[in-house]
Each structure stands twice: as structure tokens, then as C-alpha cells.
């Protein structure tokens, strides 16, 4: 099975920018969906962005919509998170997590948290004021 390792997290004051890495084991094919979630201390997991594989589409959460960028580079098995403008509430443990859909799948590419199979191991993000 395909394993995630995120890196790039790190400790910024507000304003500053990080980029999150996400390494898949193996290629993962055109037509799946990657995604970056977050989750911060007493909160609940949240999504923030995701790509469809070998596509253009992406999703943002409107909380990150403007500031981060959800990107691949199919050649080294990588998604990134661009994140500028950080903010004190961007503070959370990031998670890179794949969803490979059915062969034959016909409906959204995003289908939601509880369809990710496979996750890494989380990289933790802090911004200070």
C-alpha cells in the first residue's frame, strides 16, 4: 500500500510562509484524490485543500482560499502545500492523506474525510503572533 510522509513544518511568526511536502510512496495514479488536513489541539480534524490526481482541480477551505496553494509534481510523487500569509490560527498538526476512487467512479472527486484510506504521519505547523 502507498505510504505519505509529510515535512516542511516548522515554527513562523504571522505573515510568514511554509511549504508542506507530501511524498508518496509510489506513483499514485492520474484520477485519485490527494489532500492536506489539519487538526490543532481540542479541535476537530478539518479539511483544508485537496487536488485531483493528474487534473486541475483543486478545493480550498475558505478559511485558506487566497492564501494557500495546493500543487503536484507527478515526477517525484509529491503534493505540496504552498502556505503564505500564515496566521496565528493556521497552528495545528498537518496531514497529507490520499483517496483512491473506485475504478468506474463517476461522482465528486472530493468525497470527504471518512473516504481517505491512507494517511501520514502529520507535520506540525505553529504560528506565532
Known amino acids: 500500500q502507498v505510504q505519505l510522509v509529510e515535512s516542511g513544518g516548522a515554527s513562523v511568526q504571522a505573515g510568514g510562509s511554509l511549504r508542506l511536502s507530501c511524498v508518496a510512496s509510489?506513483?499514485?495514479?492520474?484520477?485519485?484524490?490527494v489532500a492536506w488536513f489539519r487538526q490543532a489541539p481540542g479541535k476537530e480534524r478539518e479539511e483544508v485543500a485537496a487536488?485531483?490526481?493528474?487534473?486541475?482541480?483543486?478545493y480550498y477551505a475558505d478559511s485558506v482560499k487566497g492564501r494557500f496553494t495546493i500543487s503536484q509534481d507527478n515526477a517525484k510523487n509529491t503534493v505540496y502545500l504552498q502556505m503564505n500569509s500564515l496566521k496565528p490560527e493556521d497552528t495545528a498538526v498537518y496531514y497529507c492523506?490520499?483517496?483512491?476512487?473506485?475504478?468506474?467512479?463517476?461522482?465528486?472527486?472530493?468525497?470527504?474525510?471518512?473516504?481517505?484510506?491512507?494517511w501520514g504521519q502529520g507535520t506540525q505547523v505553529t504560528v506565532s503572533s
Open positions: 492523506a490520499a483517496d483512491i476512487l473506485p475504478p468506474g467512479y463517476g461522482g465528486s472527486w472530493f468525497r470527504g474525510p471518512a473516504y481517505f484510506g491512507i
Open positions: 509510489e506513483n499514485i495514479p492520474a484520477g485519485n484524490c
Open positions: 487536488i485531483y490526481t493528474g487534473g486541475v482541480a483543486t
